[in-house]
């Protein structure tokens, strides 16, 4: 049986479009311009790869992406919706079903268990059998017997996997991840990447990856360089759509 054609229509938009994005940070003499005319079209389903310098502006390209950040000029749609047509409650409400982000620092609330962690969000993005898909989502990456410890109880690695059960409980369109591995030695970097790569693929996420390591870059799709707040270098598959 044939899709319905405004699926397909759907499906072939990008996941993320960004056009002619600015946005200063800081008050007086210390204001930055961090973000200088960005344009970006991400599709569906792929995996890209955010490098550059430090201070270039990736964490902050992410923060927009992900609804953390307002703009103060151009245009930020994910999955065709329109940042700029949402209030605060909108685009929370809005990140809490369609957005996943996992952070360096893993931001575990540390008085809650682990699935608590999982489950807590679920909960407040409305999401029914909050508890049930937590415990389903924690066993999916491999944490099925730390349920009931607390972040202090347990290794970065694993409080990382907790981080990205978080994440893709609600079953995201889009995940954006910041140094993912910052945080982790090497072999458990690998190992926290191996599992952020195979979720997406096999959910068919849109994966947004800032990171300094460039062998983590190169597994994404498409790579993209920022220097001082612009892209320098994308992808063909990421020229924004005019």
Not at 5 to 17: K, N, V, Y
């Amino acid at each position: 049986m044939s899709a319905p054609h405004h699926d397909t229509a759907l499906s072939s938009s990008p996941a993320i479009e960004l056009d002619d994005v600015h946005l200063t940070l800081g008050e007086g003499a210390s204001r930055v311009h961090v973000l200088r005319g960005i344009s970006l079209a991400v599709p569906a389903g792929r995996s890209v790869g955010v490098v550059g310098p430090s201070g270039s502006g990736k964490s902050t390209l992410l923060m927009v992406m992900a609804g953390l950040e307002r703009v103060d000029k151009g245009c930020v749609k994910l999955a065709g919706e329109d940042f700029s047509d949402l209030d605060e409650d909108g685009l929370a409400a809005f990140r809490g079903r369609n957005i996943g982000i996992v952070f360096q620092s893993f931001h575990l609330i540390p008085n809650m268990t682990a699935l608590e962690n999982v489950a807590v969000p679920l909960e407040l993005a409305g999401i029914a059998d909050a508890f049930d898909k937590a415990e389903a989502e924690m066993k999916a990456v491999g944490l099925g017997e730390r349920l009931t410890h607390y972040p202090s109880q347990m290794s970065g690695g694993e409080q990382q996997r907790v981080a990205m059960a978080r994440a893709l409980a609600p079953d995201p369109k889009i995940l954006v991840a910041d140094e993912p591995t910052g945080n982790l030695d090497g072999e458990t970097g690998t190992q926290i990447a191996d599992l952020l790569f195979t979720k997406q693929r096999e959910r068919g996420t849109t994966l947004v990856l800032v990171t300094h390591d460039p062998k983590l870059a190169e597994r994404c799709d498409d790579m993209v360089r920022v220097r001082q707040g612009e892209i320098e270098d994308a992808g063909a598959a990421l020229v924004a759509a005019q």
